[in-house]
């Protein structure tokens, strides 16, 4: 089927209006940025009125390896000045810097914004020296049952390059990661350390921001790091409960690579290809924290190390809808041999009456959460990718899988578009055992191997066995190769 228009979704056009009428006490406010080969640019990124500034995120464009940003940030005030405290600070410049001489670099910056009044407790200012070519770091512990919602320090990723920031918890401030996974009591304290790069000591200087703890809560979520592999670390944000800020540490040998943000609009932003072109804003849904174990994959030592992310929530002031069960219908066209799934009623509608010839229900699908909806913590975003006609390809392909989404539109130079980042939602299977959460129906997903590739989603293994044996190939999770989990 020919890609129509308005399939492709992004991040919603959000003003500062409609944002300050809904009912999360945080904003991400998300610029993208293009620097030419061998130049500088700089970029102000500032929270909006009513907003005070929280932790920045950069990530890079994955589909341009060859470019490289060099990024150094300062902390600024309302009007733009540097800011003499983090108290005051109104937002960040940025200079970029991309060292590539051949190709541009591109990337993406999300600030966190915290909405003034959304806490009652103090903003503590801490600071202390580096020494040159040492670590060291500051923190604060929040009085009484508050707790940290953020912390705002003056590294620059140049002569002050971050290593850590972690949540601490109790009397005993006992760290994130000795925490077990699952929705707990807010932390009491945060800290971050640095390493100072330069020949000089430097001042590190942060402010932490505490607010009413006796009704917070901490989701912690945790992944298995091995010698020389990447990870990944789901944390969502439960019905009933809004986010508020985040932490991640990697163990003894995990580094963070990258944070991805699930917006409520069905946006998936830092990674480049899911932003939009200016700055958006939303409110998060869930995040995606991906990193790297740094030991070599020969390491003598591979015992299995254990990486850790914390989300700082507060309860809800609105009620929570019941979820939105959408039914994805499936068409086949039989003289192109393909498969197309949709929950898009104008799509459906519009393969019903012959708008777009040749397709005919099939009878099968599957049933699925909604765009927005709310539902079972551990859900995912379900991206949807078409199949670039210029290389060859008509086609649709489906995953709730972030990385499998940025993977299909890396490695095959440009011959997959992204429609969108969330079309629906739905679990995904256990990565190992392919086996879906209680209550969910697996889906089974085949691929015809052609060079117009194609794939189908099917709900039983032997509607999958039926087209493996003629000669598509079944992709998937565990043993049954199971690719999705529907709601029953």
């Given at each position: ?11 919603g ?33 500032a929270?909006?009125?009513g ?29 733009g ?13 940025i ?6 001489t ?8 999300l ?9 009652v407790?103090?903003t ?42 972690s949540?601490?918890f ?7 990661a ?6 707990t009591?807010?932390p009491?304290s ?18 932490v ?8 809560r901490t ?7 091995t010698?020389?592999n ?19 540490v990697?163990?003894?040998y ?14 998936v ?7 939009g072109?200016a ?24 015992a ?41 009623p104008?799509?459906?509608s519009d393969?019903?009456?012959g708008v777009?010839p ?13 765009v ?7 859900r ?40 969108a ?8 299977p ?7 959460p ?13 060079a ?5 989603y ?10 493996v ?14 690719t ?5």
């Amino acid at each position: 089927m020919r890609k129509a228009s308005g399939f492709v979704w992004g991040i919603g056009a959000l003003g500062w209006a409609s944002l300050a009428m809904g009912q999360s006490p945080t904003i991400e406010v998300v610029h993208t940025l293009a620097v030419p080969a061998a130049s500088q640019s700089t970029l102000d990124v500032a929270c909006p009125p009513g907003a005070l500034p929280g932790f920045l995120v950069a990530a890079y464009d994955p589909l341009a390896p060859a470019a490289s940003l060099a990024l150094r940030k300062t902390l600024v005030d309302a009007s733009g000045a540097p800011a003499t405290s983090a108290v005051v600070a109104g937002g960040y410049h940025i200079d970029a810097t991309n060292q590539s001489t051949l190709a541009a670099a591109s990337g993406t910056v999300l600030l966190h914004c915290l909405k003034q009044g959304s806490f009652v407790g103090p903003t503590i200012p801490t600071q202390d020296t580096i020494p040159a070519g040492m670590t060291g770091g500051v923190g604060a512990v929040c009085p009484g049952v508050q707790a940290p919602v953020n912390l705002v320090s003056n590294i620059d990723g140049a002569g002050l390059v971050e290593t850590s920031t972690s949540y601490g918890f109790g009397s005993n401030f006992a760290p994130l990661a000795d925490q077990p996974d699952g929705l707990t009591s807010a932390p009491t304290s945060i800290a971050t350390s640095a390493s100072n790069r330069t020949t000089a000591p430097l001042d590190i200087a942060a402010s932490v921001t505490c607010g009413s703890g006796s009704s917070a809560r901490t989701m912690i979520a945790s992944a298995v790091t091995t010698a020389g592999n990447p990870y990944s670390i789901f944390v969502p944000v439960p019905d009933g409960y809004d986010f508020v800020g985040f932490t991640s540490v990697g163990g003894d040998y995990g580094v963070t690579t990258s944070v991805t943000f699930w917006g409520s609009d069905g946006s998936v932003s830092t990674q480049l290809p899911y932003t939009g072109n200016a700055a958006q804003s939303f409110e998060v849904k869930g995040l995606f924290i991906d990193g790297v174990d740094t030991r070599p994959k020969s390491a003598v030592d591979k015992a299995g190390a254990r990486a850790v992310a914390g989300m700082l929530l507060q309860p809800s002031q609105g009620a929570v809808q019941p979820p939105a069960i959408v039914s994805v219908v499936e068409f086949y066209n039989a003289q192109l041999d393909h498969y197309f799934i949709t929950a898009i009623p104008k799509e459906i509608s519009d393969l019903d009456t012959g708008v777009h010839p040749g397709w005919a229900r099939t009878g099968e699908g599957f049933k699925a959460y909604g765009v927005g909806s709310s539902g079972p913590a551990g859900r995912h975003p379900v991206c949807r990718a078409y199949g670039n006609p210029d290389a060859g390809l008509d086609s649709h392909f489906y995953s709730a899988s972030p990385q499998e989404c940025l993977a299909t539109l890396s490695r095959f130079n440009g011959a997959w578009l992204l429609e969108a980042s969330e079309v629906f939602e739905m679990d995904l299977p256990d990565a190992t055992t392919g086996a879906c959460p209680s209550g969910d129906a697996p889906i089974y997903r085949v691929w015809n191997g052609r060079a117009d590739s194609n794939h189908r989603y099917t709900t039983t293994i032997a509607e999958r066995d039926q087209m493996v044996a003629r000669g598509y190939i079944a992709e998937g999770y565990g043993p049954d190769a199971v690719t999705l989990c529907a709601v029953q």
